[in-house]
Nanobody, 122 residues
Framework: QVQLVESGGGKVQAGGSLRLSCAAS????????MEWYRQVPGKQRELVAR???????NYADSVKGRFTISRDNAKNTVNLQLNSLKPEDTGVYYC????????????????WGQGTQVTVSS
């Protein structure tokens, strides 16, 4: 089994910064996509940033230039640096990974973290 454990959420004033981390553990051969999503009450979970195994990245338009996603393959970890935070960045942030559990298992499996709260006050 695979577990994703997130850390780094908290409360910050507008203009401040936070760094989120998500570490995967368990049966892991390789990790394809590492992603961060955000959810606020009453709304669908939305993609914030994605980084592929090629290190190609995608960002939501609302966070471009402010957030940076990075990955450490040796540690099976994805990080999200949140700068110039705005009140509308408030929400629960979830990490998501697509993982190949073994060298002889070609399928990718999807895993979610438990979520970490980010609150930005004006």
């Amino acid at each position: 089994q695979v577990q994703l454990v997130e850390s780094g959420g908290g409360k910050v004033q507008a203009g401040g910064s936070l760094r989120l981390s998500c570490a995967a553990s368990g049966s892991i051969f390789s990790i394809n996509s590492m992603e961060w999503y955000r959810q606020v009450p009453g709304k669908q979970r939305e993609l914030v940033a994605r980084i592929l195994s090629t290190n190609s990245t995608n960002y939501a338009d609302s966070v471009k230039g402010r957030f940076t996603i990075s990955r450490d393959n040796a540690k099976n970890t994805v990080n999200l640096q949140l700068n110039s935070l705005k009140p509308e960045d408030t929400g629960v942030y979830y990490c998501y990974m697509t993982i190949r559990p073994g060298a002889y298992l070609p399928n990718l499996y999807q895993y979610w973290g438990q979520g970490t709260q980010v609150t930005v006050s004006s």
